[in-house]
């Protein structure tokens, strides 16, 4: 009678979080706490493969040395398959603790908000001026 192999437990899973321009964390973890649209879930590395919108919020990983750590995240997708982790989002902030993570975020989405805010303006001069070009066009038709 032949043994059975035992199958060898995976003690982490592999997290990539990916941001356009960047990865944001590429390590082994031990655990995931996240986020999404019907609320808070912890992946496993023995866990079922699994797909999830993420809201904004704060996701918490505990890496190799069981240390827990954060990111933030805005809108985003996470999908588990097999012992992989990829999330997917615009906008991402890692942190070694809640406090330092709020200041880097604050920061971060200020910047970004007066970023926006000139875009905006540029956007409305632009618009002002393809307007008036019009105008000027019809002007020149009816003269």
Do not use: N
């Not at 919020?57 to 588990?80: I, M, N, Q, T």
């Amino acid at each position: 009678m032949s043994e059975a192999k035992a199958v060898p437990e995976r003690s982490f899973l592999h997290l990539k979080i990916l941001l356009p321009t960047e990865i944001l964390v590429e390590q082994p973890v031990r655990q995931i706490l996240a986020e999404g649209d019907s609320g808070w879930f912890c992946l496993l590395p023995r866990h079922i493969d699994f797909v999830a919108s993420l809201v904004p919020s704060v996701l918490v990983f505990h890496d190799e040395d069981d240390a827990e750590r954060f990111v933030a995240v805005d809108e985003g997708v996470l999908v588990k398959c097999a012992g992989e982790v990829l999330v997917s989002t615009l906008r991402g902030a890692v942190g070694s603790d809640l406090e330092r993570l709020r200041d880097i975020v604050e920061a971060t989405y200020l910047d970004l908000d007066e970023h926006e805010r000139k875009a905006r303006t540029a956007l409305s001069r632009l618009e002002a001026a393809t307007l008036r070009g019009f105008r000027e066009l019809q002007e020149l038709g009816h003269a």
